[in-house]
């Protein structure tokens, strides 16, 4: 039997997509320890990715060292959790490296959050606004319908056998049903946690609640930029029949 303690769980997914919201839930559990936004994976994927590294000169294997650093990595955010099970939601990065995770975490759990990707994007754009940030918009619709791409070949070929997808909008409409299954997934005793304002970066617009239309924002030269890049993602998954239908 594995040590729960060696499972930790790991929350993937795109910003703006719920998981501060889904981890503060769940670390709301004595079972589990929130650890937050750790942001060094990427860095140990340019470790792994460099071709010029001592590692790869003393003729150390690609799997060997993948293992190596997930050790390292693990020990490194048990100090963080206190040697208690933990939960770690780096958003973007998690996601974008999840194969990585994966290698060096094979018993671990994963949560795949996924949204709408109109309103993500729409959601981004208008976050990066406001923190004075430089945003490109078709390289975040590229970067929805990859991690899609991603998620959806998980569900097909089953390559991470401890997964399960989390779809915002049902956190929205039905939080508690899907919060009990996400307990029962992670394998803690169900509870019912205190309640968690939801991040939005639409404070001063009349329609700050309904968190399903920000793209209703989107001038049509961007929405057309979407479909092009994440228009079959988008129908794929359920949001949309058609491109033109909206």
């Known amino acids: 039997m594995i040590d729960k303690v060696k499972q930790p769980v790991f929350i993937c997914s795109l910003a703006r997509s719920g998981t501060h919201w889904l981890r503060r839930s769940l670390t709301q559990s004595p079972e589990l320890v929130g650890i937050g936004q ?6 140990i994927r340019k470790l792994v990715e460099c071709t010029d590294s001592a590692w790869v000169k003393q003729q150390i294997g690609s799997e060997r060292f993948v293992q190596m650093l997930g050790d390292f990595y693990l020990g490194l955010l048990q100090e963080i959790s206190g040697g208690k099970r933990f939960i770690e939601s780096s958003p973007e990065l998690n996601a974008i490296c999840l194969k990585l995770i994966h290698q060096m975490f094979p018993d671990a759990f994963f ?8 309103n993500y994007v729409a959601s981004m754009e208008k976050f990066s606004r406001m923190k004075n940030k430089e945003f490109d918009f078709e390289v975040t619709c590229k970067r929805w319908a990859r991690i899609m791409g991603d998620f959806k070949d998980i ?7 401890n997964h399960m997808l989390v779809r915002y909008e049902d956190m929205l409409s039905s939080f508690d ?13 169900k509870f019912r946690p205190q309640p968690v304002d939801v991040n939005t970066a639409y404070e001063s617009e009349p329609w700050v609640n309904d968190f399903t239309q920000r793209w209703k924002t989107l001038s049509k030269e961007k929405r057309n930029i979407f479909k092009e890049h994440a228009g079959s993602q988008l129908i794929d998954w359920g949001y949309t029949d058609s491109n033109a239908s909206w």
């Open 111 to 118: 949560i795949l959050m996924y949204r709408d990707g109109r």
């Open 155 to 161: 569900e097909e070929n089953g390559w991470i056998r």
């Open 38 to 43: 750790v942001n060094l994976i990427f860095e």
């Open 177 to 189: 049903d899907v919060f009990q299954k996400v307990c029962s997934f992670v394998q803690i005793e």
